[in-house]
């Protein structure tokens, strides 16, 4: 049964890092060094997906362990961390890396990409129009409406995690409160309940992007028709 256990923390890990394996393909595809643009591969994805898969699964691997089977209702058997230090380390090794290093890899990023945009547009020579000065403008305004665009979609990735994300806050704090009291039926609703929130934010991105981006719409469009 401590596979029930290991498997919902390796699987929301897993998750963790396509969540920030993107946001670094975003610095290097929005780079003006043309050197760091051609490291955005595909293969290079497959490398990080993969390695960063394993490296979760043998971080976990104590968890086979350290896991108790408590009887929270008469007949009603659950497993669940060793009560003691090892509960109290999970509950603030969660906290520390899904509500605190993830948002702020995720917000490092973002101001790295949102950085590499602006340069690239600094760097990007003026189309020559012998028209009018309506041409220049209009040849100018895709650009930035893309840009403007790109900025919004991470803002709301990392808008999204922080707010589905910010229940491990409560779980932690009531787990400190009531870890002598041992596993009670509340204590299960609110793990749920984070549990449940924290899977929605690697789910809702993509209807997100379909709702703020006209280009991503686009693309899916094609994607789906074959067009």
């Not at 998750?15 to 293969?43: C, E, G, K, W």
């Not at 547009?121 to 309506?134: D, G």
């Not at 899977?199 to 094609?222: Q, W």
Request: proline share 3%.
């Amino acid at each position: 049964m401590a596979i029930t256990q290991i498997l919902p923390h390796i699987i929301s890990l897993c998750a963790v890092s396509t969540i920030t394996q993107p946001s670094v393909d975003r610095v290097l595809v929005t780079s003006s060094n043309a050197r760091t643009r051609q490291r955005s591969t595909r293969r290079l994805a497959y490398i990080c997906i993969g390695c960063g898969t394993l490296f979760w699964m043998l971080f976990h691997c104590h968890t086979l362990i350290l896991v108790d089977i408590e009887e929270i209702a008469p007949g009603y058997f659950t497993c669940y961390f060793r009560a003691g230090p090892y509960v109290v380390f999970m509950g603030y090794y969660s906290l520390f890396v899904k509500a605190i290093a993830v948002p702020l890899l995720l917000i490092v990023f973002a101001i790295w990409t949102a950085k590499n945009i602006r340069k690239v547009r600094r760097r990007r020579i003026a189309p020559v129009t012998t028209n009018t000065r309506n041409t220049a403008g209009n040849s100018e305004q895709p650009f930035h409406s893309k840009d403007r665009q790109f900025v919004l979609m991470v803002v709301v990735d990392i808008c999204i995690y922080v707010a589905c994300n910010a229940m491990v806050f409560v779980v932690v704090i009531y787990y400190q409160i009531a870890q002598n009291t041992g596993l009670t039926q509340i204590s299960i609703f609110l793990s749920l309940v984070g549990s449940f929130l924290s899977d929605i934010s690697y789910c809702v991105g993509c209807y997100a992007y379909l709702f703020i981006s006209k280009t991503f719409r686009k693309e899916v469009k094609r994607l789906f028709f074959c067009q």
